[in-house]
């Protein structure tokens, strides 16, 4: 397990509330939580979704250290060592995943459409990663409980859940 996230509390207290106290720190609806390797990458991030300048923020913006938050990486699983970019990327679509993002509690989505018979997910199925059946004319594939396990140490996890992921 590796620290990959840092998560840090931020405030707007001139833009939104025209008063700083120390309860806002408390209080959910008042801030918002940001990522980054450090503090000024997570404002720098910050800056860039909300189409400010560094500089800008900077200046209105508080920050503290939220470590309850922090995001981690696993060492990946031995069943992803010998597969392809290709065959990894259909995994992670099936589940509606991107790698290196948050790992979600429950996947909204199981599975992938294809015309006719794709030769990297009959390979993931032949090790047991992904099962597949014939809908119409189609061929869908799901990823098994086994290859979610697989896909889950691709993603990012908060130090609470990794007992979930264990």
């Given amino acids: 397990m590796k620290l990959e996230l840092k998560a840090y509390k931020c405030i707007f207290p001139d833009f939104f509330i025209g008063a700083y106290n120390h309860y806002m720190w408390q209080d959910d609806k008042q801030?918002?939580?940001i990522y980054g390797k450090n503090q000024k990458d997570a404002?720098?991030?910050k800056c860039k979704l909300d189409k400010y300048s560094f500089w800008e923020l900077k200046k209105h913006i508080k920050t503290r250290r939220f470590p309850e938050m922090d995001l981690y990486s696993f060492e990946h699983s031995p069943l992803l060592k010998n597969l392809s970019e290709k065959q990894i990327n259909h995994l992670t679509h099936s589940l509606g995943v991107e790698i290196g993002?948050?790992?979600?509690?429950y996947f909204y989505r199981n599975y992938s459409?294809?015309?006719e018979r794709n030769k990297d997910c009959e390979y993931l199925?032949?090790?047991?990663?992904m099962d597949n059946w014939q809908k119409l004319d189609n061929?869908?594939?799901?990823?098994?409980e086994k290859g979610i396990e697989a896909v889950k140490t691709l993603l990012l996890s908060?130090?609470?859940?990794?007992?979930v992921l264990a």
């Fill in 31 to 33: 801030f918002e939580i």
């Fill in 43 to 45: 404002v720098n991030k």
């Fill in 101 to 105: 993002k948050l790992c979600p509690e």
């Fill in 113 to 115: 459409v294809y015309n």
């Fill in 125 to 129: 199925v032949s090790i047991g990663l």
């Fill in 139 to 144: 061929q869908v594939y799901a990823v098994t």
């Fill in 158 to 163: 908060r130090l609470n859940n990794i007992d």
